[in-house]
């Protein structure tokens, strides 16, 4: 075991503060990873504020990790000492059930290991994320990453990046297809990047005209204010939306923009259930989908295609001591467009 510095909540109501825990000592196939950088995902503050019920106190946040390999197993081969590499939501899963089987270990049928609130496959070791000094992965679970990204604006797309990527790519987000994103914040902000590399036509629906000049410089083809006028006017519109906001919207409102057999995804977790009317769907054969991250294959996919198209997160970096401060900014949405932390300030 080694002690391990980072900060973390005691309770739902706690601010982040510094706590020190211990890390497993180095298995044949794990990775040790001195932690450079960590994004602060909003879902960071969903759980370490329990809104989602269930959270393990105290709680080390952070799931979009970015490194370098300081040690490794005697059976590790992918990774060595010095090597660019990233951590994202989760560290373990069964490896046995189909959906790891296929690359999907963010849906194992058993359990997934979240790589913070969550517990290693023992089911009795909590795991503590990203918003520390350095973590010890199994090479399976450790991402490479492209070395033409610097390490602060990759982080995010440990979780923001995959969680885009993955529904643009199922739902074939590509020249001559209209895509839509809710909600210009972490997530959003790389689904523009993302889709606008992938060829698509991008349009943001924002909640007020403040990100417009930012929407353009992104890659958006068009900025739009969400509105009851826009809804009609935009009436089957689009052929995939993807819906990053985690407040109550009328979710009615935007299925009806979307083009015969067209699909809406939900990322954004609200906290209370969204009542959908059978006609929002039925008319025009239209689909709800929802999607949680990826696979590791897909997310090393995500970050080769994001090393080619040289796409990194816009960030604001800081230092650990103001993560309460920037929790704040982010439930505002004053944050252009991910807080990354800089470990070297612990
Ligand atoms: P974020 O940076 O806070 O962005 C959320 C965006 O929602 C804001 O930038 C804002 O965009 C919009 N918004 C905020 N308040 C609003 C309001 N009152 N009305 C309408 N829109 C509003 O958060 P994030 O990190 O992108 O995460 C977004 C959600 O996705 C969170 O719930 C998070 O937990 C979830 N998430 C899901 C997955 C998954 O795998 N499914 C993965 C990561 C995160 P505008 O200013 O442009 O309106
Ligand atoms: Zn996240």
Same mark, same amino acid.
């Given at each position: 075991?080694s002690?391990?510095?980072?900060?973390?909540?005691?309770n739902?109501?706690?601010?982040?503060?510094?706590?020190?825990?211990?890390?497993?000592?180095?298995?044949?196939?794990?990775?040790?990873?001195?932690? @450079?950088?960590?994004?602060?995902?909003?879902?960071?503050?969903?759980?370490?504020?329990?809104?989602?019920?269930?959270?393990?106190?105290?709680?080390?946040?952070?799931?979009?990790?970015?490194?370098?390999?300081?040690?490794?197993?005697?059976?590790?081969?992918?990774?060595?000492?010095?090597d @660019?590499?990233?951590?994202?939501?989760?560290?373990?899963?069964?490896?046995?059930?189909?959906?790891?089987?296929?690359?999907?270990?963010?849906?194992?049928?058993?359990?997934?290991?979240? !790589?913070?609130?969550?517990?290693?496959?023992?089911?009795? !070791?909590p !795991?503590?994320?990203?918003?520390?000094?350095?973590?010890?992965?199994?090479?399976?679970?450790v991402?490479?990453?492209?070395?033409?990204?610097?390490?602060?604006?990759a982080?995010?797309?440990?979780?923001?990046?995959?969680t885009?990527?993955?529904?643009?790519?199922?739902?074939?987000?590509?020249?001559?297809?209209?895509?839509?994103?809710?909600?210009?914040?972490?997530?959003?902000?790389?689904?523009? @990047?993302?889709?606008?590399?992938?060829?698509?036509?991008?349009?943001?629906?924002?909640?007020?005209?403040?990100?417009?000049?930012?929407?353009?410089r992104?890659?958006?083809?068009?900025?739009?204010?969400?509105?009851?006028d826009?809804?009609?006017?935009?009436?089957?519109?689009?052929?995939?939306i993807?819906n990053?906001?985690?407040?109550?919207?009328?979710?009615?409102?935007?299925?009806?923009?979307?083009?015969?057999?067209?699909?809406?995804?939900?990322?954004?977790?609200?906290?209370?259930?969204?009542?959908?009317?059978?006609?929002?769907?039925?008319?025009?054969?239209?689909?709800?989908?929802?999607?949680?991250?990826?696979?590791?294959?897909?997310t090393?996919?995500?970050?080769?295609?994001?090393?080619?198209?040289?796409?990194?997160?816009?960030?604001? @970096?800081?230092?650990?001591?103001?993560?309460?401060?920037?929790?704040?900014?982010?439930?505002?949405?004053?944050?252009?467009?991910?807080?990354?932390?800089?470990?070297?300030?612990?």
């Amino acid at each position: 075991m080694s002690i391990a510095r980072g900060f973390a909540a005691l309770n739902a109501k706690a601010q982040l503060a510094p706590f020190s825990f211990e890390r497993r000592e180095m298995g044949d196939r794990d990775v040790g990873i001195d932690i @450079k950088y960590c994004g602060i995902c909003h879902s960071d503050i969903h759980q370490a504020r329990d809104e989602w019920g269930g959270s393990i106190f105290p709680m080390v946040p952070g799931h979009e990790i970015a490194g370098i390999v300081t040690a490794v197993g005697r059976k590790v081969t992918k990774y060595k000492p010095g090597d @660019k590499v990233g951590v994202g939501c989760y560290v373990d899963s069964c490896r046995m059930c189909p959906e790891c089987s296929q690359g999907m270990e963010q849906y194992c049928s058993n359990m997934t290991s979240w !790589t913070y609130n969550g517990r290693e496959q023992d089911l009795v !070791t909590p !795991t503590y994320g990203g918003y520390s000094e350095n973590i010890v992965v199994d090479e399976h679970f450790v991402l490479r990453l492209p070395d033409n990204l610097p390490l602060d604006g990759a982080a995010p797309l440990l979780c923001a990046g995959i969680t885009l990527y993955s529904p643009l790519r199922r739902f074939h987000a590509g020249p001559g297809r209209r895509v839509a994103i809710i909600g210009l914040g972490g997530l959003g902000h790389i689904g523009i @990047k993302i889709a606008h590399a992938m060829g698509a036509e991008v349009s943001v629906i924002s909640h007020s005209t403040r990100k417009q000049d930012d929407a353009r410089r992104l890659g958006a083809d068009e900025f739009i204010v969400s509105s009851r006028d826009t809804f009609s006017k935009l009436s089957r519109h689009f052929d995939l939306i993807i819906n990053t906001v985690s407040v109550d919207l009328d979710w009615n409102d935007f299925l009806r923009m979307l083009r015969v057999g067209g699909t809406m995804v939900i990322l954004g977790a609200p906290t209370k259930p969204v009542p959908i009317g059978a006609f929002s769907l039925i008319s025009g054969g239209k689909c709800l989908a929802g999607s949680g991250m990826g696979g590791i294959p897909e997310t090393q996919e995500m970050l080769d295609f994001c090393g080619k198209h040289n796409i990194v997160s816009d960030i604001e @970096k800081i230092p650990i001591q103001q993560v309460n401060e920037a929790y704040e900014r982010v439930l505002k949405s004053d944050v252009r467009y991910r807080f990354v932390i800089d470990l070297a300030s612990l």
